[in-house]
């Protein structure tokens, strides 16, 4: 039961990080317009494929993870 109780602490730990990372993104003026993000933009039309922001997120994911399991 002490393993589950810790895991629900860390999962509980990590919804509050990122419900704190979706009520602060929009305040990071960089998030989404990293040079390699891709935007175009037509007349009725915006397409947006955040590139550069997804493989750097993912880093930032994968470097807490890896200190995590440490």
């Known amino acids: 039961m002490i393993d589950l109780g ?6 509980g730990a990590l919804l509050v990080v990122a419900g704190a ?3 602060f993104a929009g305040r990071i003026p960089w998030i989404g317009r ?6 175009i933009r037509r ?8 590139l550069t922001t997804c493989l750097l997120a993912s ?7 890896y200190l995590l399991r440490r």
């Open 43 to 50: 007349d009725d039309f915006v397409f947006v494929l955040p």
């Open 6 to 11: 810790r895991m629900l602490i860390l999962l």
């Open 59 to 65: 880093a930032v994911v994968s470097l807490v993870l």
């Open 21 to 23: 990372g979706l009520v």
């Open 34 to 39: 990293l040079p390699g993000d891709i935007v």
